[in-house]
Protein backbone atom coordinates (compact mmCIF):
# COMPACT_ATOMS: atom_id res chain seq x y z
CA UNK A 1 0.00 0.00 0.00
CA UNK A 2 1.00 3.37 0.01
CA UNK A 3 3.58 4.78 2.37
CA UNK A 4 2.53 8.74 4.04
CA UNK A 5 5.35 10.44 6.03
CA UNK A 6 4.96 13.39 7.39
CA UNK A 7 7.62 15.75 8.95
CA UNK A 8 8.50 17.08 11.37
CA UNK A 9 6.77 14.92 14.38
CA UNK A 10 6.84 17.25 16.67
CA UNK A 11 7.13 21.50 16.36
CA UNK A 12 7.02 24.46 19.21
CA UNK A 13 6.35 27.40 18.13
CA UNK A 14 6.14 31.02 19.96
CA UNK A 15 2.93 32.33 18.92
CA UNK A 16 2.75 34.26 15.74
CA UNK A 17 5.42 32.09 14.63
CA UNK A 18 4.99 30.86 10.94
CA UNK A 19 5.71 26.70 9.89
CA UNK A 20 5.52 24.45 7.05
CA UNK A 21 4.33 20.92 7.19
CA UNK A 22 5.55 18.38 5.64
CA UNK A 23 3.86 15.07 3.77
CA UNK A 24 5.48 12.55 1.35
CA UNK A 25 3.80 9.95 -0.30
CA UNK A 26 5.24 6.87 -2.11
CA UNK A 27 3.02 6.41 -5.11
CA UNK A 28 0.40 8.42 -7.44
CA UNK A 29 -2.82 9.40 -5.52
CA UNK A 30 -6.22 10.26 -6.58
CA UNK A 31 -6.74 12.50 -3.87
CA UNK A 32 -5.05 14.40 -0.40
CA UNK A 33 -6.46 15.73 2.56
CA UNK A 34 -4.78 17.91 5.67
CA UNK A 35 -6.92 17.67 8.96
CA UNK A 36 -6.23 18.58 12.45
CA UNK A 37 -7.04 16.74 15.65
CA UNK A 38 -7.61 19.19 18.33
CA UNK A 39 -6.88 19.00 21.72
CA UNK A 40 -10.17 17.46 22.45
CA UNK A 41 -9.86 14.64 19.70
CA UNK A 42 -11.94 15.93 16.95
CA UNK A 43 -10.65 15.67 13.22
CA UNK A 44 -11.43 18.53 10.89
CA UNK A 45 -10.83 18.58 7.37
CA UNK A 46 -8.54 21.48 6.35
CA UNK A 47 -8.17 20.91 2.66
CA UNK A 48 -9.22 18.05 -0.21
CA UNK A 49 -5.97 19.46 -2.38
CA UNK A 50 -5.43 16.45 -4.96
CA UNK A 51 -2.79 19.12 -6.57
CA UNK A 52 -2.31 22.85 -6.89
CA UNK A 53 -2.63 25.52 -4.12
CA UNK A 54 -5.90 26.18 -1.98
CA UNK A 55 -6.02 28.75 0.91
CA UNK A 56 -8.64 29.71 4.09
CA UNK A 57 -7.66 32.21 6.07
CA UNK A 58 -4.31 31.42 7.81
CA UNK A 59 -4.08 28.41 6.66
CA UNK A 60 -2.55 27.21 2.81
CA UNK A 61 -1.29 23.69 1.44
CA UNK A 62 0.05 23.22 -1.68
CA UNK A 63 0.39 19.85 -3.27
CA UNK A 64 2.74 18.33 -6.10
CA UNK A 65 1.22 15.57 -7.25
CA UNK A 66 4.09 14.78 -9.61
CA UNK A 67 6.66 14.81 -7.04
CA UNK A 68 4.11 13.24 -4.42
CA UNK A 69 4.47 15.80 -1.43
CA UNK A 70 2.44 18.42 -0.26
CA UNK A 71 2.85 21.36 1.79
CA UNK A 72 0.08 22.91 4.99
CA UNK A 73 1.31 26.40 5.33
CA UNK A 74 0.17 28.09 8.86
CA UNK A 75 0.73 31.76 9.41
CA UNK A 76 0.54 33.78 12.24
CA UNK A 77 0.46 30.65 14.35
CA UNK A 78 -2.11 30.81 17.71
CA UNK A 79 -2.55 28.73 20.48
CA UNK A 80 -5.70 27.53 18.88
CA UNK A 81 -3.72 26.01 16.15
CA UNK A 82 -2.15 23.53 18.20
CA UNK A 83 -2.75 19.63 17.90
CA UNK A 84 -1.60 17.26 15.56
CA UNK A 85 -1.84 17.76 11.47
CA UNK A 86 -2.28 14.83 9.38
CA UNK A 87 -2.16 14.13 5.93
CA UNK A 88 -4.10 11.38 4.47
CA UNK A 89 -3.92 10.23 0.58
CA UNK A 90 -6.42 7.97 -1.40
CA UNK A 91 -5.02 5.51 -4.47
CA UNK A 92 -6.48 5.00 -7.92
CA UNK A 93 -9.67 3.00 -7.71
CA UNK A 94 -10.91 2.86 -4.16
CA UNK A 95 -11.70 5.10 -1.68
CA UNK A 96 -9.61 4.11 1.06
CA UNK A 97 -7.45 7.06 2.79
CA UNK A 98 -4.20 6.43 4.31
CA UNK A 99 -3.05 8.48 7.10
CA UNK A 100 -0.02 9.47 7.73
CA UNK A 101 1.67 9.78 11.65
CA UNK A 102 1.13 13.31 11.79
CA UNK A 103 2.91 16.18 13.37
CA UNK A 104 2.08 17.33 16.82
CA UNK A 105 2.13 21.36 16.53
CA UNK A 106 2.31 23.22 20.28
CA UNK A 107 2.20 27.02 19.87
CA UNK A 108 3.07 28.52 23.42
CA UNK A 109 1.60 32.30 24.47
CA UNK B 1 -26.30 21.79 9.30
CA UNK B 2 -25.71 18.65 11.56
CA UNK B 3 -22.18 16.76 11.10
CA UNK B 4 -22.13 13.78 11.07
CA UNK B 5 -23.06 12.17 14.77
CA UNK B 6 -21.75 9.32 17.02
CA UNK B 7 -23.08 7.48 20.01
CA UNK B 8 -22.18 6.95 22.88
CA UNK B 9 -19.20 9.20 22.94
CA UNK B 10 -17.41 7.32 25.86
CA UNK B 11 -18.01 3.54 26.63
CA UNK B 12 -16.16 1.48 29.71
CA UNK B 13 -17.03 -2.16 29.95
CA UNK B 14 -15.62 -5.36 30.69
CA UNK B 15 -14.19 -8.10 28.70
CA UNK B 16 -16.56 -10.34 27.08
CA UNK B 17 -19.27 -7.57 26.73
CA UNK B 18 -21.13 -6.54 23.22
CA UNK B 19 -20.55 -3.22 22.23
CA UNK B 20 -22.21 -1.54 19.42
CA UNK B 21 -20.98 2.11 18.30
CA UNK B 22 -23.47 4.15 16.27
CA UNK B 23 -23.30 6.43 13.50
CA UNK B 24 -25.31 9.19 11.43
CA UNK B 25 -24.13 10.33 8.13
CA UNK B 26 -24.25 13.97 7.09
CA UNK B 27 -27.64 13.60 5.25
CA UNK B 28 -27.31 13.34 1.42
CA UNK B 29 -23.52 12.04 1.68
CA UNK B 30 -23.37 8.18 -0.06
CA UNK B 31 -20.17 7.25 1.63
CA UNK B 32 -19.61 6.14 5.24
CA UNK B 33 -16.47 4.88 7.08
CA UNK B 34 -15.12 3.78 9.99
CA UNK B 35 -12.00 4.17 11.40
CA UNK B 36 -10.21 3.08 15.00
CA UNK B 37 -7.38 5.75 16.36
CA UNK B 38 -5.01 4.22 18.52
CA UNK B 39 -1.75 5.24 19.87
CA UNK B 40 0.39 2.28 18.52
CA UNK B 41 -1.14 2.22 14.89
CA UNK B 42 -2.43 5.65 14.44
CA UNK B 43 -5.85 6.08 12.29
CA UNK B 44 -6.85 2.29 10.47
CA UNK B 45 -9.45 2.50 8.31
CA UNK B 46 -11.91 -0.45 9.18
CA UNK B 47 -14.67 -0.79 6.95
CA UNK B 48 -15.97 1.68 4.49
CA UNK B 49 -20.02 1.80 2.94
CA UNK B 50 -21.37 3.23 -1.10
CA UNK B 51 -24.43 3.37 -1.14
CA UNK B 52 -25.58 1.34 2.47
CA UNK B 53 -23.12 -1.34 0.61
CA UNK B 54 -19.99 -2.09 2.06
CA UNK B 55 -17.26 -2.40 -0.18
CA UNK B 56 -14.44 -3.12 1.52
CA UNK B 57 -13.90 -4.50 5.11
CA UNK B 58 -10.19 -5.58 4.81
CA UNK B 59 -9.46 -3.64 7.84
CA UNK B 60 -11.80 -5.06 10.31
CA UNK B 61 -9.38 -6.77 12.83
CA UNK B 62 -11.16 -10.03 13.12
CA UNK B 63 -14.79 -11.38 12.88
CA UNK B 64 -15.46 -10.17 16.51
CA UNK B 65 -16.09 -6.87 14.31
CA UNK B 66 -19.13 -6.55 12.47
CA UNK B 67 -20.53 -3.20 10.65
CA UNK B 68 -24.03 -2.60 9.10
CA UNK B 69 -25.64 0.12 6.93
CA UNK B 70 -29.26 -0.63 7.17
CA UNK B 71 -30.19 2.84 5.15
CA UNK B 72 -28.32 5.91 4.55
CA UNK B 73 -28.68 7.87 7.73
CA UNK B 74 -27.49 4.94 10.33
CA UNK B 75 -24.38 2.67 10.92
CA UNK B 76 -23.83 0.62 13.50
CA UNK B 77 -20.19 -0.86 14.34
CA UNK B 78 -20.36 -4.25 16.86
CA UNK B 79 -17.91 -5.54 19.05
CA UNK B 80 -19.09 -9.00 20.03
CA UNK B 81 -17.10 -10.53 22.13
CA UNK B 82 -14.74 -7.50 23.98
CA UNK B 83 -11.66 -7.70 24.47
CA UNK B 84 -9.21 -4.69 26.44
CA UNK B 85 -7.11 -4.48 23.38
CA UNK B 86 -10.36 -3.07 21.04
CA UNK B 87 -9.96 -0.03 23.80
CA UNK B 88 -9.34 2.67 21.08
CA UNK B 89 -11.08 5.81 19.69
CA UNK B 90 -13.69 4.84 17.40
CA UNK B 91 -14.67 7.15 14.66
CA UNK B 92 -17.26 7.59 11.93
CA UNK B 93 -17.25 9.90 8.55
CA UNK B 94 -18.62 10.86 5.75
CA UNK B 95 -18.20 11.93 2.57
CA UNK B 96 -20.51 13.53 -0.54
CA UNK B 97 -18.72 12.22 -3.43
CA UNK B 98 -16.44 9.07 -4.10
CA UNK B 99 -13.32 10.20 -3.41
CA UNK B 100 -14.36 13.24 -1.86
CA UNK B 101 -13.55 15.13 1.50
CA UNK B 102 -14.33 12.98 4.53
CA UNK B 103 -16.09 14.59 7.64
CA UNK B 104 -15.26 13.32 10.72
CA UNK B 105 -18.00 12.77 13.91
CA UNK B 106 -16.14 13.40 17.44
CA UNK B 107 -15.43 9.57 18.11
CA UNK B 108 -16.40 7.25 20.65
CA UNK B 109 -13.56 6.46 23.33
CA UNK B 110 -14.15 2.67 24.02
CA UNK B 111 -12.31 1.29 26.83
CA UNK B 112 -12.44 -2.22 27.35
CA UNK B 113 -11.83 -3.52 31.23
Known amino acids: GIQVEQSPPDLILQEGANSTLRCNFSDSVNNLQWFHQNPWGQLINLFY???GTKQNGRLSATTVATERYSLLYISSSQTTDSGVYFCAVEGFGNEKLTFGTGTRLTIIP | DAGVIQSPRHEVTEMGQEVTLRCKPISGHNSLFWYRQTMMRGLELLIYFNNNVPIDDSGMPEDRFSAKMPNASFSTLKIQPSEPRDSAVYFC???????????FGDGTRLSIL
Open chain 2, 93 to 103: ASSGTVGGPQH
Open chain 1, 49 to 51: IPS
